[in-house]
């Protein structure tokens, strides 16, 4: 957003409301802003249906706000892909808990088992029911948490906790034992079926998410910077399954400028007529960004007007940005409170961190063997010097550890990089260059796929380093930190991270240190697991990487 100068203003002509692409307007008080063929248009709301069909508004874009602005309900479509979504997940997660303890139960007592008569038949059908159940009270299919982050691996793995506690629970009331040989099965395969199920459920959602389908339309409402910025995240992660299909700003200046990511939504500039533009974009959340003038009893009063259009509403907090999973809440006498808890840097979490380390780093040393043999062979054989490159990096609290790669570089890249370093490429004091003259033949290539990397399992093993953290940096770029930087020394440096998960050397250097601020102060193990298993994808992708 743009506040022009006096000089740059274009008032709008009566006759014909339309500019070209990021000009300014000078516009009524409340209006409707939309792409037409290119042009921007500005007509009031009233208008707005009839006007966008007849300038021939984009395609079915067009024709969606004329069709809805009669509508008496604003969203049939989001709830018929859901039901829909939500029918072929549950036929799914009974396929798979049926197979799981088919299996399981055949392994123990054998197919002959499978009779109505026998005890074991009776056990095995009432864990099916009951887990069946549990997923279906436990908001596993909630469209909330589908397709983005861990709550709905979590909501599944809580739901097969509870079912077999209490399911060993009541076996030891009635025959004074547990099934072990059965639960040892059945548990764990039927978790892993209903992970893997999802995974490919999940695939899919986010595939057609990205084609523009799946999509709840949403009306984001607030001050300028913070609906651009609500817009701007949710542009940039369609996995989310919101599209911005209408905005009203607490006010809009006049001779204001709308460049991207503005085109092509709706804009008012007021919250006067918001079921309207409710209506008219067909959204089923309303999404407020920042604070409403007038506060909480605004924001009580906004809740009433939307209730009768179904129309859930959503805060936007900046809190959630830098604290989201430690934010809590607890209600006070009507007064709801939100508690923000302490990060923890040390306890019981970092030891199951650690043995999380161990157990993953010895069981890839082990797989990965024969690869490190060969990169060794292939690095040797491509240049002259070692196979390894060890370099002083700064971990936790400031320490100082040699972190070990396979070497991609000429044997004397540290004595040529004073004359290159008029050309850094790289974001803040990191340094990059996408066609660095150092990099050897096989470097290159193992760059591309982070395959140089793979030593540093060895600082994994010995405590140095994490599976999952920050990124490990160089003493000269700790020297160039500022204030909050330092926090990413707070915990152990990580082979990867979200940093390598979401762009790698493409990010900036403010989003890079935001992402690793964020992990230091909200990592969880269910999070590193996640983070490890899109790892693998983004290696494979090589985005970001050189």
């Not at 913070?226 to 905005?247: F, H, K, M, T």
């Amino acid at each position: 957003m743009e506040q022009p100068s006096e000089t740059e203003a274009t008032p709008l002509p009566p006759s014909a409301p339309s500019l070209s692409r990021g000009r300014t307007t000078d516009r009524a008080n409340a209006h409707w802003t939309t792409d037409v063929a290119g042009p921007r248009q500005a007509v009031s709301l009233s208008e707005a249906a009839g006007l966008s069909e007849a300038a021939g508004l984009n395609g079915a874009r067009a024709k969606g706000l004329a069709r809805r602005a009669g509508r008496a309900t604003a969203h049939p479509g989001a709830v018929a892909w859901e039901a829909g979504l939500r029918r072929r997940l549950r036929i799914s997660d009974w396929a798979c808990i049926v197979a799981a303890v088919f299996l399981a139960h055949s392994l123990r007592w054998g197919l002959g088992a499978w009779e109505l008569g026998d005890t074991y038949f009776w056990v095995s059908l009432g864990i099916i029911v009951l887990w069946c159940l549990d997923l279906e009270c436990g908001h596993s299919r909630d469209p909330r948490i589908l397709g983005l982050g861990a709550s709905e691996y979590k909501a599944l793995a809580h739901s097969a906790t509870r079912v077999f506690v209490v399911a060993a629970a009541v076996l030891i009331v009635v025959q004074g034992g547990v099934l072990r040989g059965f639960f040892l099965t059945a548990f764990p395969c039927g978790l892993f079926l209903l992970l893997a199920s999802r995974w490919l459920w999940r695939r899919d959602l986010n595939r057609h998410r990205r084609r523009g389908e799946y999509l709840q339309d949403v009306v984001v409402i607030g001050r300028t910077k913070d609906v651009e910025s609500v817009i701007l995240q949710l542009q940039d992660n369609p996995a989310v399954g919101y599209r911005v299909a209408g905005v009203a700003l607490n006010s809009l200046p006049r001779k204001t400028t709308f460049n991207r990511p503005w085109y092509r939504i709706p804009v008012m500039s007021t919250l006067d007529d918001i079921e309207q533009l409710v209506r008219l974009s067909g959204a089923s959340i309303v999404i407020v960004a920042g604070t409403l003038p007038g506060g909480s009893h605004r924001l009580r009063e906004l809740g009433w007007r939307l209730e009768d259009l179904s129309t859930e509403l959503v805060l936007a907090s900046r809190l959630t940005d830098i604290a989201g999973p430690r934010v809590h809440y607890r209600p006070v006498e009507g007064m709801p409170l939100m508690h923000v808890e302490l990060p923890q840097f040390t306890g019981t979490r970092h030891l199951l961190k650690r043995l999380v380390d161990v157990s993953f780093g010895v069981l890839a040393l082990l797989i990965l063997t024969p690869v490190f043999l060969i990169l060794a062979l292939v690095v040797k054989s491509d240049s002259r010097g070692p196979v390894f490159y060890s370099q002083e990096r700064i971990g936790r609290n400031g320490t100082t550890f040699r972190m070990h790669k396979f070497r991609s570089m000429v044997a004397d890249a540290e004595l040529r990089l004073p004359e290159l370093s008029g050309g850094n490429q790289g974001a803040g004091p990191l340094f990059k260059l996408h066609d660095d003259p150092r990099i050897t033949r096989s470097g290159r290539w193992m760059r591309r796929y982070s395959l140089d990397e793979l030593p540093q399992l060895f600082n994994v093993l010995t405590g140095e380093m994490s599976l999952v953290g920050p990124r490990p940096p160089l003493r000269r770029e700790v020297e160039a930190y500022e204030q909050p930087a330092h926090r990413r020394l707070l915990i152990k440096p990580g082979i990867t991270g979200l940093w390598q998960i979401s762009g790698r050397s493409n990010l900036s250097w403010q989003e890079s240190v935001r992402l690793d601020l964020y992990y230091v102060e909200n990592w969880s193990l269910m999070g590193d697991l996640m983070i490890m298993w899109r790892t693998a994808k983004a290696m494979v992708s090589a985005e970001g990487a050189y």
